[in-house]
């Protein structure tokens, strides 16, 4: 099972970065996806989820309107476009594959997202 980030990097707030998540060794189709975040010293944060079927998709206030989560099930991936980046979103981002009725779950390595000027 693996769960491979990339996209991540330095941007400057107000700029725009979409983080992917490449999924194998599992159904992916079975299984719903969401993306986390976390700063140094704080607890791992939900910021966005989306549907097995990718119908339905919910997000974290601090991100609503700005953040985007979508994925393709045939290419089995999952993305997260971010827009208007401010310097508190700055944190190491995770994918994380939840199946549906069950707690199986998988994460991703992480992947580093700075916003400086």
């Known amino acids: 099972v693996q769960l491979v980030e990339s996209g991540g990097g330095l941007v400057q707030p107000g700029g725009s970065l979409r983080l992917s998540c490449a999924a194998s060794?599992?159904?992916?189709?079975?299984?719903?996806m969401k993306w986390y975040r976390q700063a140094p010293g704080q607890e791992r944060e939900w910021v966005a989820g989306?549907?097995?079927?990718?119908?339905?998709?919910s997000y974290a206030e601090s991100v609503k309107g700005r953040f985007t989560m979508f994925r393709d099930n045939r290419r089995r991936m999952v993305y997260l476009q971010m827009n208007s980046l401010r310097h508190e979103d700055a944190d190491v981002y995770y994918c994380?594959?939840?199946?549906?009725?069950?707690?199986?779950?998988?994460w991703g390595q992480g992947n580093q997202v700075t916003v400086s000027s």
């Open positions: 994380k594959a939840g199946e549906l009725g069950s707690k199986k779950a998988y």
């Open positions: 060794g599992f159904t992916f189709h079975y299984y719903v």
């Open positions: 989306v549907t097995s079927d990718g119908g339905r998709k």
